[in-house]
């Protein structure tokens, strides 16, 4: 519309000065509409979108072509050294140097199945300038990448570019942008290198040409440049194609076959290493029974040993443990009870003043009041990536740096979010006391017979024991030996049930497939429980199982119908309802009138413990008096001393 109203089309051009005037007014006016057109569309995106939530935007309906990218350093190195259509495909899938061979102007999507981040499926996503690990997003325009490929038909050596025409930028790692490790972080540029490129190799490595390959630091994180390593499953980079069949599109993998075959072979690698694992483990059980070392009596004193890893989320939970552990007397003399803290280097200075270092003279045999003890201790999964951060709270009772935990007689492997009972005082029991009542199965067929399969796979045979809970109580030794055989069981878990290929990672799975939810099927979150179950089928013998008829360990926080001289541990889990832990982290119980409360059951007992611990609420005397009149004076480390235990 703006041309039929142009006033240079009504007139006589006689002079070409005249021509020329028009020419000009036409060419200025359409250039200033296009930019102020341009400002409104900046303006109205969001220059700053949060990574958590990400707005969808449509993703270009033909392969974008990218001519316009501009490079730094070396003026003859240009978008001419490209070629420009798309490569003629080769006979061959990969080069002589074992490098896949892609067509150019190719569009695609990166992803990596970050570990120790459920679920794995992450998509390289533009955010900030940088490249991110992020929810996978068919249609996010921050996700679509165009290959561009060098010329003569080198289809190995390529940019990645995200964006078209103006806005192409290259997807690069940018040495101004380090982590503070010589790590070069991966960026979205508007000047390219003058000859940095990609490659993918055969082992799915998305390498530079300046050194180094491209990997996640975590899901919702950065990539940066690290050293190569095909065994490091942060660098496993896959690149995936967008196909719509009807009104549905999936990603998948650029080549399925070649994918199938990589995710069998990565999977069946991982298992076998997990397994000589295993299997080391189940000749000291062997040996120990053979030797009758799980019958020797060992130790005088009883002690729950807690992973502190790093941030100060466990604050909370440590501190009214510790508040519980005095309140119910667990901490005097005669009861021999002391807290184990192994502990992240990081978090060692946000531990409690009175929690003492453990050095070379400890002796856990020594009489005394109970005391909260520290060792400093780097978590496996920061160790080797093979192992989930979820493990570093089993790993700690068998690492070298915990082997005087062996002197002790009665050993505890619990979660910090839990609390001890009056139950717990005087309670030394002679086999290894397990929860069996968890659900973790949810009584589903399926899941009960995925979990049978991996214990045969690994050598064990499962005694259909199902539904254990997390939190143990024993002999030291059994106790120490679950926890080993747990650990190892736990990276074979993860490969066979949630490894490469399986159901719950397949080539098209951006999201969990149905029967990978929570109550239809196998579920990584709770991978930690199938291993221990296969652990306890195995270390467990058929009387103590039939003895576990209610739960001593991991009691309920929400029922006020029970004693809490039933259970000699709660367990604070998901709910909403009180006792919550989550509403108490919120400060929702800040002004809550313990004034009400009933501590001799399980609910009240909860809240009173946690909210007193954290000089909050109102009213605690009345509530402390109420106990008081209702059992005659009686302090709560005698409560339950009638209870059989």
């Known amino acids: 519309h703006f041309y039929k109203r142009s006033p240079c089309q009504y007139k006589r051009h006689s002079h070409s000065d005249h021509i020329m005037v028009c020419g000009l007014r036409e060419l200025i006016t359409t250039v200033v509409t296009i930019a102020i057109l341009l400002v409104i569309f900046i303006i109205s995106e969001d220059p700053v979108q949060r990574i958590q939530n990400p707005k969808p935007q449509p993703q270009p309906r033909y392969p974008v072509i990218a001519d316009n990218i ?6 003859d190195f240009s978008s001419n050294n490209f070629s420009p259509k798309p490569s003629k495909p080769s006979n061959s899938k990969f080069s002589l140097d074992n490098y896949y061979i892609l067509t150019n102007n190719t569009v695609i999507h990166l992803w990596i199945d970050v ?11 533009e955010y900030n300038g940088m490249m991110f690990t992020y929810s996978c997003s068919l249609n996010s325009y921050k996700q679509a990448l165009t290959v561009r ?3 003569q038909g080198d289809g190995t050596r390529f940019r990645l570019i995200l964006g078209s025409g103006d806005g192409a930028r290259c997807v690069e790692p940018d040495p101004l942008q380090g982590q503070g490790d010589d790590r070069m972080v991966v960026r979205v540029l508007s000047d390219c290198s003058a000859s940095g ?5 055969h082992d799915a490595l998305l390498e530079w040409s300046g050194g180094g390959c491209l990997a996640s630091l975590n899901g919702q994180d950065r990539t940066v440049i690290a050293p190569c390593d095909k065994n490091n499953d942060d660098q496993i980079v896959e690149f995936g194609v967008v196909a719509t069949e009807g009104k549905e599109a999936t990603l998948s993998p650029i080549d399925l076959e070649l994918w199938t075959k990589r995710m069998d072979k990565t999977r069946q690698e991982e298992m076998k290493l997990a397994k000589v694992e295993v299997e080391k483990v189940l000749k000291e059980i062997a040996e120990y029974n053979k030797t009758g070392a799980f019958e020797k009596e060992t130790g005088t004193r009883r002690a729950v040993v807690f992973y502190v890893d790093k941030g100060s989320g466990f604050l909370a939970y440590l501190t009214w443990w510790m508040f519980t552990w005095k309140k119910i007397g667990l901490d005097a003399e005669e009861e021999a009870f002391d807290i184990i ?3 992240h280097p990081k978090s060692i200075g946000k531990l409690p003043k009175e929690c003492k270092k453990i050095d070379d003279q400890f002796d856990p045999e020594a009489p005394g009041p109970g005391q909260c003890l520290f060792k400093e201790l780097l978590p496996i999964s920061e160790r080797d990536h093979k192992y989930d951060n979820y493990l570093n709270s089993q790993e700690c009772l068998f690492n070298n740096a915990s082997l005087f935990l062996k002197s002790y007689k009665i050993l505890i492997r619990a979660d910090l979010d839990t609390f001890p009972t009056p139950r717990m005082v005087g309670y030394w029991p002679k086999d290894v006391i397990c929860n069996r009542n968890a659900g973790t199965t949810h009584y589903r067929e399926n899941i009960e017979n995925a979990i049978i399969a991996t214990a045969a796979a690994a050598g064990i045979e499962h005694q259909h024991w199902h539904n254990t809970d997390s939190a143990w109580m024993g002999p030291s030794l059994r106790i120490i030996t679950l926890s080993k055989l747990t650990t190892y069981l736990a990276r074979f878990t993860r490969a066979h049930m949630f490894g490469p290929g399986t159901v719950c990672r397949c080539p098209t799975c951006t999201d969990l497939p149905k029967e990978c939810e929570w109550g239809q099927g196998i579920y990584a979150g709770t991978l930690l429980l199938y291993a221990q179950e296969i652990a ?17 360990l991991d009691g309920s926080c929400t029922e006020e119908s029970i004693s809490v001289c039933t259970p000699a541990l709660l367990h604070a889990r998901h709910n909403a309802e009180p006792f919550s832990k989550f509403a108490f982290l919120r400060g929702d119980y800040s002004h809550f009138d313990l004034g009400t409360l009933d501590i001799t059951n399980v609910r009240d007992f909860a809240v009173f413990m946690a909210v007193s611990s954290a000089g909050q609420g109102d009213r605690g005397e009345v509530a402390w008096q109420k106990y008081q009149e209702k059992e005659n004076g009686k302090q709560l480390s005698d409560l339950c001393k009638k209870e059989e235990l």
């Open 536 to 552: 306890m089928n195995k270390m467990w013998s058929q009387r103590e199982y039939d003895e576990q008829t209610y739960a001593i």
């Open 149 to 151: 490929t060098l010329e």
């Open 197 to 201: 490129v990609w490659r993918w190799s």
């Open 115 to 125: 570990p120790n981040s459920f679920p794995w499926r992450k998509c390289l996503h």
């Open 70 to 75: 501009k490079f730094r350093g070396n003026q």
């Open 341 to 343: 803290l192994l502990t």
